[in-house]
């Protein structure tokens, strides 16, 4: 089975952004922005970095940039990340990352949370020209890893990500991190965890569904 990570929020802790905003109920509000201008870019075709989209995020809410890049390339791993990833391996399956950031931001983030040496390959909506939730990104990974939609299975912690992977014929698992919820007229995804400790067992044993 390939098994393909979204990374921030997934993966990757947005806390350290805190220190950019009045409060984590900001930082909340312009990850929100950035996540509605991603959606506004899938649906109607054009493209835009998602690191600009951030800043500009940045500016329309404070007026003023800061230097949320850096600090972007060096967020540190959910704790239960790791060993997820290292089990599945374990298990026999190939694991690949497909980021929204430009490639060489997802290459840095990976490195920096010591994520990069368990992935055989790393992906970024940007060599597909479109942001997920549109299908060209999903589709990248697919013809690149020359497997079926059915033999792949998308995981992240966000319900728009579930829902693009699953139009474009992917199997899906949930991750309910605090405070992310599934889309309510969506397709249920494979299976709901609670962080990736339970990945590895996950799509053979039924799960009960939680929104976070």
Same mark, same amino acid.
Request: glycine share 10%; proline share 7%; with cysteine.
């Given at each position: 089975?390939?098994?393909?990570?979204?990374?921030?929020?997934?993966?990757?802790?947005?806390?350290?952004?805190?220190?950019?905003?009045?409060?984590?109920?900001?930082?909340?509000?312009?990850?929100?922005?950035?996540?509605?201008?991603?959606?506004?870019?899938?649906?109607?075709?054009?493209?835009?970095?998602?690191?600009?989209?951030?800043? =500009?995020?940045?500016?329309? @809410?404070?007026?003023? $940039?800061?230097?949320?890049? +850096?600090?972007?390339? *060096?967020?540190? #791993? /959910?704790?239960?990340?790791?060993?997820?990833?290292?089990?599945?391996? =374990?298990?026999?399956?190939? @694991?690949?990352?497909? $980021?929204?950031?430009?490639? +060489?931001?997802?290459? *840095?983030?990976? #490195? /920096?949370?010591?994520?990069?040496?368990?992935?055989?390959?790393?992906?970024?909506?940007?060599?597909?020209?479109?942001?997920?939730?549109?299908?060209a990104?999903?589709?990248?990974?697919?013809?690149?890893?020359?497997?079926?939609?059915?033999?792949?299975?998308?995981?992240a912690?966000?319900?728009?990500?579930?829902?693009?992977?699953?139009?474009?014929?992917?199997?899906?698992?949930?991750?309910?991190r605090?405070?992310?919820?599934?889309?309510?007229?969506?397709?249920?995804?494979?299976?709901v965890?609670?962080?990736?400790?339970?990945?590895?067992?996950?799509?053979?044993?039924?799960?009960?569904?939680?929104?976070?």
């Open positions: 089975m390939l098994w393909v990570f979204d990374i921030n929020e997934t993966m990757l802790d947005l806390t350290p952004l805190d220190a950019h905003f009045d409060s984590p109920e900001d930082r909340e509000r312009w990850f929100a922005l950035v996540i509605h201008g991603a959606l506004v870019s899938a649906a109607t075709g054009r493209y835009r970095d998602f690191s600009e989209l951030g800043s =500009a995020g940045y500016r329309q @809410l404070h007026g003023a $940039g800061s230097d949320l890049g +850096a600090t972007m390339r *060096a967020l540190p #791993a /959910h704790p239960d990340v790791a060993g997820g990833l290292i089990a599945l391996r =374990a298990a026999g399956h190939r @694991l690949v990352a497909l $980021g929204n950031s430009p490639k +060489a931001v997802v290459d *840095a983030q990976l #490195a /920096h949370a010591r994520l990069a040496p368990s992935f055989d390959a790393v992906y970024s909506a940007e060599q597909a020209g479109a942001l997920k939730p549109s299908a990104p999903y589709r990248l990974v697919l013809e690149r890893e020359g497997v079926a939609p059915s033999e792949a299975v998308m995981v912690a966000h319900g728009w990500d579930i829902a693009g992977a699953q139009a474009a014929g992917l199997r899906s698992v949930f991750v309910a605090p405070g992310r919820s599934l889309l309510p007229l969506e397709p249920e995804p494979d299976a965890v609670a962080d990736f400790t339970a990945l590895a067992g996950c799509l053979g044993t039924p799960l009960s569904r939680s929104d976070g």
